[in-house]
């Protein structure tokens, strides 16, 4: 079945940085997109940044110049690169690969100091 396991998360302070893994497995890897997105306290879960199955990415506005999504085919991973974190970029982050209907459990990134 499938399986998206997040991973790297942590406490970091305010303009510190992070490298989230996602290990996925159970369908074809590198025939979907992969995202991530994330979800803050009291707030609806959001999309952060997207790969596309050529490479392209593509991130939300607040996101842009400060994080990098990459992904390895080879070995079913995908990773999201964070510098310059924010006390609002404090969320569980996700992975989820393109339509499917499967989320993993998430791993919590808190920014403060």
């Known amino acids: 079945q499938v399986q998206l396991v997040e991973s790297g998360g942590g406490l970091v302070q305010p303009g510190g940085s992070l490298r989230l893994s996602c290990a996925a497995s159970g369908f074809t890897f590198e025939r979907y997109a992969m995202s991530w997105y994330r979800q803050a306290p009291g707030k609806q879960r959001e999309l952060v940044a997207t790969?596309?199955?050529?490479?392209?990415?593509g991130y939300a506005d607040s996101k842009k110049g400060r994080f990098t999504i990459s992904r390895d085919n080879a070995k079913n991973m995908v990773y999201l690169q964070m510098n310059s974190l924010k006390p609002e970029d404090t969320a569980v982050y996700y992975c989820?690969?393109?339509?499917?209907?499967?989320w993993g459990q998430g791993t919590q990134v808190t920014v403060s100091s």
């Open positions: 989820k690969g393109g339509p499917l209907p499967y």
């Open positions: 790969i596309n199955r050529d490479g392209s990415t």
